[in-house]
């Protein structure tokens, strides 16, 4: 009997909101989905969860329902608690009531991320800010940590206070995502700037031309841009952009080269 090859987990972070994160975590799995892999979006944003903008129901289950359900014996299969976007995307919310959020166990999401990698070829999970208890967690587990920056002092400065714990530890599952996406001013820091602060090198840059204008609209109409042929056509760079940061996160060259 063929044993089933794990999928590869992938979280994004920032250590301040308005980074874009959030946008990158939807556009990641809508590139995923278009390559052919079934990708799951866990939203571990407990508090103000917003990944869960893209579900067009109402929603009565979320990683509240099903950690309690774990701990409860009560879980029975990952079906239910996941609402489909597509044939290759589902979703597992974040709970809509943040009272709800706080009572999250965390010592059951390790055994949540071993069970979704198992149904799935990619997890992307989304984060909070906070460097909290769940954070942690969730950096400790996955394969892989993306921390997403922006040209501003306040995450550069907060970013390299992070790595520093990671270069402490020795932990170097990591990759660094500049956006210039979501700020058309003159940016103050040159990238070689950039790399001095955070102390580390940058992996990968998401343009300005990657900017949404009518973004709420798009989220309004449950739309995952990088789906869209006028975003794949007009960001192209940056869609195989995307598309590397997946295939990086796989690790299909070193999968070849085995």
Do not use: W
Not at 34 to 60: A, Q, V
Not at 171 to 186: A, G
Not at 217 to 233: D, I, R
Request: glycine share 4%; charged share 30%; hydrophobic share 35%.
């Amino acid at each position: 009997m063929a044993v089933k090859i794990k999928g590869k987990t992938i979280c994004l972070y920032a250590p301040k909101g308005g980074v874009g994160k959030t946008i990158l975590a939807l556009n990641l799995a809508g590139v995923s989905s278009s390559m052919g892999y079934k990708t799951l979006l866990l939203d571990f944003d407990m508090h103000t969860g917003n990944i869960c903008t893209i579900i067009n129901e109402e929603i009565n289950k979320s990683i509240y329902h099903l950690t309690d359900d774990l701990l409860n014996n009560r879980y029975r299969k990952l079906e239910d608690y996941v609402y489909k976007y597509n044939e290759n995307i589902d979703v597992l919310c974040a709970p809509k009531d943040p009272r709800q959020g706080n009572k999250i166990t965390s010592k059951y999401l390790p055994m949540l991320i071993d069970k979704v990698r198992r149904e799935y070829d990619l997890v992307i999970i989304d984060t909070e800010s906070a460097m909290n208890e769940v954070n942690i967690i969730t950096m400790d587990t996955v394969d892989e940590t993306l921390f997403v920056i922006d040209n501003d002092l306040f995450t550069l400065k907060n970013t390299r206070n992070i790595l520093n714990i990671f270069n402490d530890i020795d932990k170097s599952n990591f990759k660094v995502l500049l956006n210039l996406s979501i700020d058309f001013k003159t940016p103050y820091f040159s990238m070689s700037d950039m790399k001095k602060i955070i102390g580390a090198n940058i992996d990968y840059s998401i343009s300005k031309n990657s900017y949404i204008k009518d973004l709420t609209s798009y989220l309004y109409e449950c739309k995952v841009p990088s789906l869209l042929s006028a975003y794949q056509k007009k960001c192209k760079t940056d869609y195989n952009t995307l598309k590397l940061i997946i295939s990086d996160a796989k690790g299909e060259d070193k999968d070849e080269e085995k």
